[in-house]
């Protein structure tokens, strides 16, 4: 027996309107926004609108000839199908910091769990992250969900994706805002991530109705919501041109934090974290430095603590505690390694063999080794 949209709740039927019209030919956030402030809602342009298309213009035309064709039930029977809930400003589980934006859009599609109250720190960063970056992120993530804030990112690779683990590891939350549909993970390898981050209490979050296309321009897009439902954002790593830096534009122009990670001064992943904090950005070495700035969120339950960094213990030979006093986060070579310890090359093979299997080191891909964090 099909179902009509008269069906749905007032209040549903709304939100499953502004779904369906953001499906049409140029109609995003923006857009919708405006039709809603002419006709005072989607149901009234639904049935207002197609009368005054002939004394409309432009885009208003266009949206006013083609709304007609809006179809709530099939946008039910997608939403329900993909697993994606809606949620508008109006309602108490909409981002609280986002419903302050003046471009917050209407509409939000997401996969998971949202709860009222609920306030973000934002992690962002370089897709080709060193190892260093993805471990200080990580560790930052895990140290500020314990905190009890939300940790925000984009999902990409490098950054972003250890950020997330990082929460999930903590025990805390994690959002993931997204520049295309919700019914597609990109990248493909973080399909388990979001798996893990929609089902451990966080969300994945987009603009972007069922459907939509990962277009270029879109990812800007997405990170105006990272910044806007976040108390700060943090970057880590980025380059002279990364993306990380519009994220931080963002910020500073919905009156957001910025704090940036001090990365190796032969990085180039370093330069435009080493450039915001020049011109003025706060200095996030730990996750106290970032906590520090705010009152815990009223009502969040204390994450799980991090797990605490592998040290040696009493039994350590040596040769093993030369190795790891040289280690640290930036990979160093095997041959500099064996020069630093002043070792033979079978005394350090043997020990790095040791350390490995025990948890403590790991290696990197061109005999390189780091200290093992947990966290990358």
């Not at 006709?39 to 006013?64: C, E, H, I, N, V």
């Not at 948890?359 to 947990?374: A, E, T």
């Amino acid at each position: 027996m099909s179902v009509s949209a008269d069906a749905f709740p007032d209040h549903e039927k709304e939100k499953l309107l502004r779904a369906c019209f953001l499906t049409l030919p140029q109609i995003g956030s923006g857009h919708l926004r405006q039709i809603l402030g002419i006709w005072g809602g989607a149901a009234a342009a639904d049935l207002q609108a197609p009368r005054a298309a002939g004394k409309l213009s432009g885009w208003l035309s266009d949206f006013a000839r083609q709304c007609g064709a809006a179809d709530p039930v099939r946008m039910a029977e997608t939403l329900a199908r993909e697993g994606i809930g809606v949620v508008v400003p109006e309602e108490r589980e909409y981002p609280c910091l986002l419903k302050e934006c003046p471009d917050a859009p209407p509409l939000l599609f997401y996969k998971g769990q949202l709860r009222g109250g609920q306030e973000g720190i934002a992690i962002v960063g370089a897709r080709k992250a060193t190892h260093y970056g993805k471990a200080a992120a990580g560790r930052l993530a895990g140290e500020i969900a314990g905190a009890g804030f939300v940790i925000v990112s984009g999902l990409a690779r490098g950054i972003d994706g250890a950020a997330h683990e990082g929460a999930l590891r903590a025990g805390g939350t994690t959002w993931a805002f997204m520049a295309g549909g919700l019914e597609r993970v990109y990248p493909g390898e973080h399909r388990a991530l979001a798996v893990r981050i929609a089902a451990g209490g966080g969300a994945l979050l987009s603009e972007f109705p069922p459907g939509a296309s990962w277009l270029p321009q879109r990812f800007p897009m997405r990170n105006r919501l990272i910044s806007g439902v976040s108390r700060g954002v943090v970057v880590v790593e980025a380059g002279e041109r990364s993306g990380s830096l519009i994220t931080a534009d963002f910020a500073l122009e919905q009156g957001r934090d910025v704090f940036a990670v001090p990365g190796p001064i032969f990085s180039e992943v370093s330069l435009g974290a080493h450039h915001l904090l020049r011109s003025g950005a706060l200095l996030a070495a730990s996750g106290a430095d970032v906590v520090g700035e705010y009152e815990k969120p009223a009502g969040e339950k204390q994450a799980a603590s991090p797990p605490p960094i592998p040290a040696a213990g009493p039994r350590v030979s040596s040769a093993h505690r030369e190795i790891l006093a040289c280690l640290s986060d930036v990979p160093l070579h095997v041959d500099e390694l064996r020069r630093q310890c002043r070792q033979t090359a079978s005394e350090t093979a043997l020990s790095l063999l040791e350390l490995e299997l025990s948890g403590r080191i790991r290696s990197l891909p061109g005999q390189h080794f780091v200290l093992s964090r947990d966290s990358a």
